[in-house]
């Protein structure tokens, strides 16, 4: 069976011909254009900045985009028959690159329209004016490179924690905080804090730097760069002054793929602060039953109500209601050191938890990374520590034996203990004391301690009125 192909031609003006056209896979294009297209302004300034730049030349075809804050490129193998570059519409070709059939695709471009034919299909867009488009942006010094799975993992960890409300954009970003060979990404919507250190390369062994980077660029890194592939990080780093944070473009590159983006003018919190030197109670979770039964009691709950977590002896009762409606109760075996206690949280919030620390028990490619979906169960557990319901806790991630030393006898009689009067609860918000001190304090905070875990997630729990 023959490979799918796609022929583009490209003839401008009417007086002469000035040709572009290139041979390539079909498959390969549809990737490419989709990799370019995701970066592509949702509302452009002005229209052009809606197209996607295709530059064939020698054996090689590039595909590229820039609105002056985010720009992609990609470069793929091709068969050029003639040189040159074009401008078409981005997200009306990525449509059309996702529904190709499986035969040969040709393209022509005469008096401005760009004409492409894939078996009975055709189809006409309108070229945009090439003269009007940005140059991409010049790169920055490179500062070093991480493996691409690695940066996966450790992004789909951080960036859940990042918040979307654009009124403080301090808190829409990743600070990514480089020192000598140790990356540390961390991320806060002053309802949690998640932090994740990780080992790269740096160009230059004692370089110390911060870089706050919007949320939505790494997420699109994680999921665009290939796993096993050296990523490479460059950026303008601040000079001799390390608490500056660095200013002006990022980008990573991997794979044949760049991406660039405009960093967040703004200094991140001092996070390592955050993290209390120690806790009262102290509970250890095979990852896997409790990510489960966590999933399946947030099942009933809703945004007015919490998951409640009582600890009990060797087992952990799992409670969630909506208001009337429904009712869930689960408990599992739990390693615990301190006096019983019951804590509420956001059901969202510490699913985000607790599967991103299970992403430490393995890397997982760009494709797999979404902390949203359920990981494969690695051999570990969840570690839980906390002081009182009423003050943050301490989510990570421990290797080893995933079965706690505890048995599941006392589960029932905790259950029943557990199960109250069936009254539904109500949980009150409190701001995350995670970010709620000075916001202008300069991101490179306190060194982290040298036992801290590599993945630590700080979560405020939820504040649940007494019954009755």
């Not at 949690?192 to 706050?212: D, F, G, H, N, Q």
């Amino acid at each position: 069976m023959s490979v799918p192909h796609v022929t583009i031609e490209v003839y401008r003006g009417s007086g002469g011909r000035n040709a572009v056209k290139f041979r390539v896979e079909r498959d390969a294009l549809g990737e490419a254009v989709s990799f370019v297209a995701r970066a592509l302004p949702t509302r452009p300034v002005v229209p052009v900045l809606s197209g996607l730049l295709v530059e064939a030349d020698g054996d090689q075809l590039m595909l590229s985009c820039f609105d002056y804050e985010v720009s992609a490129k990609v470069t793929i193998a091709a068969d050029v028959g003639e040189p040159g570059t074009a401008l078409v519409p981005g997200r009306l070709l990525a449509e059309i690159s996702r529904s190709l059939p499986s035969a040969d695709v040709e393209v022509v471009t005469a008096a401005g329209m760009v004409m492409l034919t894939c078996g009975n299909a055709e189809f006409a867009l309108v070229a945009l004016p090439l003269e009007d488009y940005p140059a991409l942006p010049e790169l920055p010094a490179v500062a070093g490179t991480v493996d691409g799975a690695v940066l996966a993992t450790a992004a789909a960890q951080v960036v859940p924690s990042a918040s979307r409300d654009d009124t403080l954009p301090m808190l829409t970003g990743v600070c990514l905080d480089f020192d000598g060979r140790a990356l540390t990404l961390a991320a806060t919507d002053r309802y949690r804090l998640a932090v994740r250190t990780v080992t790269w390369e740096p160009a230059e062994p004692k370089l110390r730097a911060s870089a706050l980077v919007p949320a939505r660029t790494l997420a699109d890194v994680a999921r665009s760069m290939g796993p096993g592939r050296p990523v490479t990080i460059a950026f303008s780093q601040p000079g001799p002054d390390a608490a500056r944070p660095a200013d002006g473009m990022i980008s990573f590159e991997g794979g044949g793929r760049r991406l660039t983006a405009r960093l967040i003018g703004a200094e991140f919190i001092r996070y390592q602060s955050r993290f209390p030197a120690s806790f009262d109670v102290t509970a250890e979770l095979a990852a896997g039953p409790f990510i489960e039964a966590v999933r399946r009691v947030s099942l009933v709950a809703d945004r007015a109500t919490p998951v409640q977590l009582a600890f009990r002896r060797d087992v952990v009762a799992i409670e969630a209601r909506s208001d009337g409606r429904a009712r869930a109760l689960e408990s599992v075996p739990v390693t615990f050191t301190g006096a019983s206690q019951t804590i509420s949280f956001n059901p969202q919030y510490l699913l985000d938890g607790i599967t991103a620390a299970a992403l430490s028990g393995h890397e997982r490619s760009p494709a797999d990374a979404d902390p949203t979906a359920a990981a494969p169960h690695a051999a570990g557990r969840i570690k839980l520590e906390f002081t009182s319901p009423a003050k943050p806790a301490l989510i990570s991630w421990v290797e080893g034996d995933a079965t706690p030393g505890a048995g599941a006898d006392s589960q029932a009689a905790d259950s029943t203990e557990l199960a109250g009067n069936g009254a539904a609860t109500h949980a009150v918000a409190s701001e995350v004391p995670v970010a709620s001190e000075e916001l202008s304090a300069p991101g490179r905070g306190e060194r982290e301690a040298a036992d801290a875990a590599p993945f630590r997630y700080l979560v405020v729990p939820l504040r649940v009125p007494a019954v009755g």
